[in-house]
T-cell receptor, first 117, second 116 residues
Protein backbone atom coordinates (compact mmCIF):
# COMPACT_ATOMS: atom_id res chain seq x y z
CA UNK A 1 0.00 0.00 0.00
CA UNK A 2 1.09 3.52 -0.71
CA UNK A 3 2.08 5.80 2.15
CA UNK A 4 2.96 9.47 2.43
CA UNK A 5 5.19 10.79 5.20
CA UNK A 6 5.67 14.37 6.31
CA UNK A 7 8.31 14.43 9.02
CA UNK A 8 7.90 18.09 10.00
CA UNK A 9 4.76 18.64 12.09
CA UNK A 10 5.48 22.37 12.33
CA UNK A 11 7.70 24.85 10.55
CA UNK A 12 8.28 28.56 10.89
CA UNK A 13 9.64 31.11 8.42
CA UNK A 14 10.26 34.83 8.41
CA UNK A 15 8.29 36.92 5.99
CA UNK A 16 10.11 37.25 2.63
CA UNK A 17 12.35 34.28 3.42
CA UNK A 18 12.35 30.82 1.83
CA UNK A 19 11.16 27.61 3.46
CA UNK A 20 11.18 23.99 2.32
CA UNK A 21 8.63 21.42 3.44
CA UNK A 22 9.60 17.78 3.21
CA UNK A 23 7.59 14.84 1.93
CA UNK A 24 8.51 11.26 1.19
CA UNK A 25 6.30 8.51 -0.15
CA UNK A 26 6.35 4.83 -0.76
CA UNK A 27 4.90 3.11 -3.80
CA UNK A 28 5.58 0.26 -6.18
CA UNK A 29 3.90 2.05 -9.06
CA UNK A 30 5.92 3.71 -11.78
CA UNK A 31 3.37 6.30 -12.82
CA UNK A 32 1.48 8.49 -10.40
CA UNK A 33 0.65 12.04 -9.36
CA UNK A 34 1.95 14.03 -6.41
CA UNK A 35 0.32 17.10 -4.95
CA UNK A 36 0.77 19.77 -2.33
CA UNK A 37 -2.44 21.12 -0.84
CA UNK A 38 -2.80 24.10 1.46
CA UNK A 39 -5.44 24.25 4.20
CA UNK A 40 -5.73 27.72 5.78
CA UNK A 41 -7.74 28.36 8.96
CA UNK A 42 -10.91 28.46 6.85
CA UNK A 43 -10.34 24.72 6.29
CA UNK A 44 -10.81 25.05 2.52
CA UNK A 45 -8.38 22.74 0.72
CA UNK A 46 -6.46 24.60 -1.98
CA UNK A 47 -4.27 22.95 -4.59
CA UNK A 48 -0.80 24.51 -4.51
CA UNK A 49 1.09 22.46 -7.07
CA UNK A 50 0.95 19.17 -8.94
CA UNK A 51 3.62 16.88 -10.37
CA UNK A 52 3.26 13.96 -12.76
CA UNK A 53 5.81 11.26 -12.01
CA UNK A 54 6.70 10.73 -15.65
CA UNK A 55 7.84 14.34 -15.97
CA UNK A 56 11.43 14.91 -14.99
CA UNK A 57 11.08 18.66 -14.83
CA UNK A 58 10.10 20.00 -11.43
CA UNK A 59 6.75 21.78 -11.32
CA UNK A 60 6.67 25.50 -10.55
CA UNK A 61 3.79 27.81 -9.73
CA UNK A 62 4.91 31.39 -9.08
CA UNK A 63 6.58 31.38 -5.63
CA UNK A 64 5.99 27.65 -5.17
CA UNK A 65 8.26 24.98 -6.60
CA UNK A 66 8.97 21.35 -5.93
CA UNK A 67 12.06 19.20 -5.82
CA UNK A 68 10.91 15.85 -7.16
CA UNK A 69 13.40 13.04 -6.68
CA UNK A 70 11.72 9.94 -8.09
CA UNK A 71 14.44 7.45 -7.20
CA UNK A 72 14.52 8.71 -3.62
CA UNK A 73 10.70 8.99 -3.53
CA UNK A 74 10.99 12.51 -2.26
CA UNK A 75 8.74 15.47 -3.09
CA UNK A 76 9.60 18.64 -1.20
CA UNK A 77 7.87 22.01 -1.54
CA UNK A 78 9.83 25.26 -1.60
CA UNK A 79 8.05 28.51 -0.84
CA UNK A 80 10.03 31.58 -1.85
CA UNK A 81 9.44 35.12 -0.63
CA UNK A 82 7.09 33.85 2.07
CA UNK A 83 4.02 35.95 2.76
CA UNK A 84 1.75 36.13 5.78
CA UNK A 85 -1.01 34.56 3.72
CA UNK A 86 1.10 31.45 3.25
CA UNK A 87 0.51 30.50 6.88
CA UNK A 88 -1.52 27.29 6.78
CA UNK A 89 -1.41 23.53 7.09
CA UNK A 90 0.28 21.96 4.09
CA UNK A 91 -0.51 18.43 3.00
CA UNK A 92 1.51 16.32 0.62
CA UNK A 93 -0.62 13.83 -1.31
CA UNK A 94 -0.18 10.87 -3.64
CA UNK A 95 -2.46 9.40 -6.28
CA UNK A 96 -1.78 6.43 -8.52
CA UNK A 97 -2.48 6.87 -12.20
CA UNK A 98 -4.06 3.48 -12.76
CA UNK A 99 -7.72 2.87 -12.07
CA UNK A 100 -9.00 6.09 -13.59
CA UNK A 101 -11.62 8.17 -11.90
CA UNK A 102 -11.81 6.16 -8.69
CA UNK A 103 -8.16 6.61 -7.79
CA UNK A 104 -7.77 7.68 -4.18
CA UNK A 105 -5.83 10.65 -2.94
CA UNK A 106 -3.60 9.60 -0.03
CA UNK A 107 -2.57 12.40 2.31
CA UNK A 108 0.41 12.86 4.57
CA UNK A 109 -0.05 14.00 8.15
CA UNK A 110 0.55 17.64 7.31
CA UNK A 111 3.00 20.41 8.20
CA UNK A 112 1.75 23.51 9.99
CA UNK A 113 3.57 26.52 8.58
CA UNK A 114 3.79 29.75 10.56
CA UNK A 115 4.99 32.95 8.89
CA UNK A 116 6.56 35.50 11.21
CA UNK A 117 6.27 39.21 10.30
CA UNK B 1 -10.83 26.36 -11.27
CA UNK B 2 -13.77 24.04 -10.77
CA UNK B 3 -16.10 24.84 -7.88
CA UNK B 4 -17.39 22.34 -5.36
CA UNK B 5 -19.92 23.51 -2.80
CA UNK B 6 -20.93 21.86 0.46
CA UNK B 7 -24.00 22.54 2.53
CA UNK B 8 -24.43 23.10 5.39
CA UNK B 9 -21.09 24.53 6.43
CA UNK B 10 -21.85 23.76 10.04
CA UNK B 11 -24.59 21.87 11.83
CA UNK B 12 -25.43 21.06 15.42
CA UNK B 13 -27.76 18.18 16.18
CA UNK B 14 -28.95 16.10 19.07
CA UNK B 15 -27.65 12.60 19.67
CA UNK B 16 -29.75 10.01 17.86
CA UNK B 17 -30.82 12.23 14.98
CA UNK B 18 -29.69 12.02 11.36
CA UNK B 19 -27.89 14.72 9.45
CA UNK B 20 -27.52 15.13 5.69
CA UNK B 21 -24.61 16.94 4.08
CA UNK B 22 -24.73 17.88 0.39
CA UNK B 23 -21.81 18.16 -2.00
CA UNK B 24 -22.40 19.82 -5.36
CA UNK B 25 -20.15 20.38 -8.34
CA UNK B 26 -21.31 23.76 -9.61
CA UNK B 27 -19.68 24.10 -13.01
CA UNK B 28 -18.77 20.58 -14.04
CA UNK B 29 -20.06 17.04 -13.97
CA UNK B 30 -18.41 14.75 -11.46
CA UNK B 31 -18.84 11.04 -12.02
CA UNK B 32 -16.80 10.42 -8.89
CA UNK B 33 -16.85 12.23 -5.58
CA UNK B 34 -14.94 11.46 -2.42
CA UNK B 35 -15.89 11.95 1.21
CA UNK B 36 -13.27 12.67 3.87
CA UNK B 37 -13.34 13.08 7.61
CA UNK B 38 -10.88 15.31 9.45
CA UNK B 39 -10.33 15.49 13.18
CA UNK B 40 -8.74 18.62 14.69
CA UNK B 41 -5.09 19.07 13.73
CA UNK B 42 -5.09 15.79 11.82
CA UNK B 43 -4.99 14.76 8.21
CA UNK B 44 -7.91 13.92 5.95
CA UNK B 45 -9.14 10.36 6.19
CA UNK B 46 -10.93 8.98 3.16
CA UNK B 47 -14.29 7.53 4.12
CA UNK B 48 -15.75 6.49 0.80
CA UNK B 49 -15.72 6.91 -2.95
CA UNK B 50 -19.05 7.93 -4.40
CA UNK B 51 -19.88 6.94 -7.96
CA UNK B 52 -22.83 8.38 -9.82
CA UNK B 53 -25.59 5.85 -10.24
CA UNK B 54 -23.97 3.08 -8.22
CA UNK B 55 -23.22 2.13 -4.65
CA UNK B 56 -20.44 3.91 -2.83
CA UNK B 57 -17.20 2.12 -2.05
CA UNK B 58 -16.33 2.43 1.63
CA UNK B 59 -12.89 2.35 3.16
CA UNK B 60 -12.06 -0.31 5.69
CA UNK B 61 -13.42 0.50 9.12
CA UNK B 62 -16.09 2.92 7.91
CA UNK B 63 -19.60 1.84 8.80
CA UNK B 64 -21.69 1.98 5.64
CA UNK B 65 -24.94 1.81 7.60
CA UNK B 66 -23.98 4.83 9.68
CA UNK B 67 -22.57 6.93 6.86
CA UNK B 68 -25.01 6.66 3.97
CA UNK B 69 -23.72 8.03 0.70
CA UNK B 70 -25.89 8.71 -2.31
CA UNK B 71 -24.68 10.00 -5.67
CA UNK B 72 -27.95 10.47 -7.52
CA UNK B 73 -26.75 12.84 -10.22
CA UNK B 74 -23.54 13.98 -11.89
CA UNK B 75 -23.50 17.12 -9.77
CA UNK B 76 -24.72 15.98 -6.36
CA UNK B 77 -23.55 13.56 -3.72
CA UNK B 78 -24.96 13.39 -0.21
CA UNK B 79 -23.59 12.03 3.04
CA UNK B 80 -26.11 11.16 5.74
CA UNK B 81 -24.87 10.51 9.23
CA UNK B 82 -27.53 8.29 10.74
CA UNK B 83 -28.30 8.10 14.46
CA UNK B 84 -25.49 10.51 15.17
CA UNK B 85 -23.52 10.32 18.39
CA UNK B 86 -21.00 12.72 19.91
CA UNK B 87 -18.10 10.65 18.55
CA UNK B 88 -19.36 11.43 15.04
CA UNK B 89 -18.59 15.09 15.63
CA UNK B 90 -15.99 16.03 13.07
CA UNK B 91 -15.21 18.05 9.97
CA UNK B 92 -16.46 16.38 6.79
CA UNK B 93 -15.04 17.34 3.41
CA UNK B 94 -16.08 16.26 -0.05
CA UNK B 95 -14.09 16.44 -3.24
CA UNK B 96 -14.76 15.81 -6.89
CA UNK B 97 -12.58 14.89 -9.82
CA UNK B 98 -12.90 16.99 -12.93
CA UNK B 99 -11.12 14.56 -15.20
CA UNK B 100 -9.76 11.06 -14.76
CA UNK B 101 -6.76 12.08 -16.82
CA UNK B 102 -5.48 14.94 -14.68
CA UNK B 103 -5.84 13.34 -11.29
CA UNK B 104 -6.72 16.70 -9.79
CA UNK B 105 -9.43 16.94 -7.15
CA UNK B 106 -11.36 20.03 -6.12
CA UNK B 107 -12.61 20.28 -2.59
CA UNK B 108 -15.74 21.63 -0.98
CA UNK B 109 -15.57 24.08 1.90
CA UNK B 110 -16.22 21.37 4.45
CA UNK B 111 -19.01 20.82 6.95
CA UNK B 112 -18.50 20.90 10.69
CA UNK B 113 -20.81 18.52 12.53
CA UNK B 114 -21.33 18.81 16.27
CA UNK B 115 -23.46 16.18 17.97
CA UNK B 116 -24.68 17.09 21.42
Amino acid sequence: AQTVTQSQPEMSVQEAETVTLSCTYDTSESDYYLFWYKQPPSRQMILVIRQEAYKQQNATENRFSVNFQKAAKSFSLKISDSQLGDAAMYFCAYMGSYGGATNKLIFGTGTLLAVQP
Amino acid sequence: GAVVSQHPSWVICKSGTSVKIECRSLDFQATTMFWYRQFPKQSLMLMATSNEGSKATYEQGVEKDKFLINHASLTLSTLTVTSAHPEDSSFYICSARVSANTGELFFGEGSRLTVL
